[in-house]
């Protein structure tokens, strides 16, 4: 009966290691909700992207197809007068890029969470504690029946 008592510090070890690796260790629930918020962010920003290139590729065609959308194109970036027309010469890059919205960069951050070296060494610690305190009960109970 005497070595169960002792077991129980090995039992602590396992069981403050599987809680901790299960909660806060690298791939615990901590970690994996922090992905999944990371995923949705993801998810945001793919969508704004192909917002926007909606929007530019309506633009473009917008530019290609339709004459007065390419006058009024010209006049906002200083091209032409009111009474001048525009031809299209295709193959010629335009001298004045338009400055177009494309979208922002989302750098993802690594997930926060305790490393496993770190649980494993808290884990032997609480087991050896445990451990530590029994065998002190133990003396101390010796002593006290003699």
Known sequence: MRVFKYLFGIWAAIAVYTLFSMFAGPKGLSAYNYLLSEKEQQWSNISELGMI????ERTK????YD???LLVHARQMG???????????VG??????????????YLT???D???DKTIKITALCIGFLLFAFLLMLEVI??????
């Open 53 to 56: 290139n909606e929007e530019l």
């Open 61 to 64: 065609n917008n530019l290609l």
């Open 67 to 69: 004459h007065d959308t």
């Open 79 to 89: 091209y032409g007068y009111e009474n001048e027309r525009f031809i299209r010469i």
């Open 92 to 105: 010629l890059s335009n001298i004045k890029p338009v400055p177009a919205k494309v979208g922002n960069i």
């Open 109 to 111: 951050q690594k997930p």
């Open 113 to 115: 969470f305790v490393a």
């Open 141 to 146: 109970e010796r002593r006290s029946k003699e």
